[in-house]
């Protein structure tokens, strides 16, 4: 089993940048292709990116390409989400996800443990 825990969050302006983190425990981090998700309030939750167990694969939703970065460091069991040039739209909670399946996966069901979220908000 997994434990999550999300930080970074916050309230930023337009153009601002947040770098979150998810700290996990518990299990062997590196066997886990990690993902972020993000819900806005009346939405369903979305994917935002994902990296595989190495690294060496990375897949973004389509809006974030250019402005978001997902990494991993392994030997600190972390998963980062870089978030720059911010906009009101990406104001959401956001997770983080772990998944044990053979490839990387954009959908939610597809991921076996989940964060508590972090809260970002960015005003115009």
């Known amino acids: 089993q997994v434990q999550l825990v999300e930080s970074g969050g916050g309230l930023v302006q337009a153009g601002d940048s947040l770098r979150l983190s998810c700290a996990a425990s518990?299990?062997?981090?590196?066997?886990?292709?990690m993902g972020w998700f993000r819900q806005a309030p009346g939405k369903e939750r979305e994917f935002v990116a994902v990296?595989?167990?190495?690294?060496?694969?990375?897949y973004y939703l389509d809006s974030v390409k250019g402005r978001f970065t997902i990494s991993r460091d392994n030997a600190k069991n972390t998963v980062y989400l870089q978030m720059n040039s911010l906009k009101p739209e990406d104001t959401a909670v956001y997770y983080c996800?772990?998944?044990?399946?053979?490839?990387?996966?954009?959908?939610?069901?597809?991921?076996?443990?989940w964060g508590q979220g972090t809260q970002v908000t960015v005003s115009s």
């Open positions: 996800a772990a998944d044990s399946g053979f490839v990387s996966s954009y959908r939610e069901n597809d991921y076996d443990y």
């Open positions: 518990g299990s062997t981090f590196s066997s886990y292709n």
């Open positions: 990296i595989n167990r190495s690294g060496s694969r990375l």
